[in-house]
């Protein structure tokens, strides 16, 4: 038996964008209900945050939801089982009130997805998996003493463990030890949205870009064989953040090819810029021959800081990127230090706009 995954989808994320809601049923459209047909996958897990904002939804993002995404799970017959995640449930402190009950139950019970709330042994084919949706105050006792003794080798939830990445920068420290699923053979966990893995805990990562901080890593469903126990990545190719590192000493922008940055969000980092005039010529096919969703300069001021401090300190003083000039050039090493310094440079410029 082989079951589809999802996790951490967040209808209505970015303020309820429909620029972001169009972009996620593309992936949905396009990539993961045509796997599930061509495989003949009928069961799903979501592994939770299925919505985006605890309090509230849009109703146009619901209707979309709705129609576009749970509509047509129950049109194709996939046995649907959601988790409630954090950003699922309207009070912090229990999963009772959440947005997957109001969304999706119906008047007759039939026409809907199985939902947890709380932690549950539930069969699927060759198996018993350990489901266990967020963990709060109200059922933390339960769910932890569930972890110890539930009879199953695999487990699936919405966990904050600590030690793992939520991103390319930041580690949980914060959470719960992962020594409380340390007894279950493979561990499968929503909530991160960075794909990261200790061997035995598996954080999934989200199925597509939502913010910056996705911007280039590979983004996966997932479908687990319950034969084999083993997981399968499937890479969605789409993607709605670019960067463009701008540097006219080695590229010719009057011939550069923009078509790759159609329908993105555009960050434009100026590295070198000598060609004022070929620079605004880039500017102007970038909002006049394409559509982009939003451009964003970054570029490198710091040698006009000097402008607001007296003479004598700006005499005496280095911008910060003259100084890590200077400390390159100082270097012992066998590298290219001019394009380290660029490299540098590029990170510096980035850093400015976090």
Request: aromatic share 12%; with cysteine.
């Amino acid at each position: 038996m082989k079951i589809a995954l999802l996790n951490d989808t967040h209808f209505g994320a970015r303020n309820d964008s429909l620029i972001f809601d169009d972009y996620f049923h593309k992936f949905y459209n396009d990539i993961f209900f045509p796997y599930l047909k061509e495989h003949n996958i009928k069961t799903l897990i979501h592994l939770g945050d299925v919505v985006d904002r605890r309090k509230f939804i849009n109703f146009r993002i619901a209707h979309n939801f709705r129609h576009k995404f749970l509509q047509r799970l129950w049109d194709e017959k996939i046995d649907t089982h959601i988790l409630i995640g954090n950003h699922d449930i309207y009070f912090r402190n229990t999963n009772k009130v959440n947005a997957i009950k109001e969304l999706c139950t119906t008047s007759d019970g039939i026409n809907e997805p199985w939902i947890y709330e709380e932690a549950k042994v539930t069969n699927f084919g060759d198996i018993d998996i350990l489901m266990v949706p967020w963990i709060n105050p109200e059922n933390e006792a339960e769910t932890l003493e569930l972890l110890k003794t539930a009879e199953a080798d695999i487990c699936i939830g919405h966990f904050d463990l600590n030690n793992f990445a939520m991103n390319d920068a930041m580690v949980q420290t914060n959470g719960y030890d992962k020594s409380i699923v340390k007894r279950f053979e493979r561990v499968y966990s929503g909530h991160f949205h960075h794909k990261n893995d200790d061997g035995q805990i598996f954080y999934l990562g989200n199925q597509y870009e939502i913010t910056w901080s996705d911007y280039n890593n590979q983004k996966y469903f997932h479908v687990l064989d319950t034969e084999t126990r083993e997981v399968e990545a499937v890479p969605n190719p789409y993607t709605i953040f670019k960067k463009l590192l701008y540097n006219d000493k080695e590229t010719n922008y009057d011939k550069f090819d923009i078509t790759d940055y159609n329908q993105k969000f555009v960050k434009l980092v100026v590295v070198n810029k000598k060609d004022n005039q070929m620079f605004d010529r880039l500017l102007e096919r970038l909002y006049n021959d394409i559509s982009v969703h939003e451009l964003k300069i970054l570029e490198d001021y710091s040698d006009l800081s000097a402008a607001n401090v007296s003479d004598d300190v700006a005499e005496g003083s280095e911008d910060t990127m003259k100084l890590v000039s200077n400390y390159v050039d100082q270097l012992e090493v066998d590298l290219d230090k001019e394009r380290l310094k660029v490299m540098i440079k590029e990170m510096y410029i980035e850093a400015q706009d976090s």
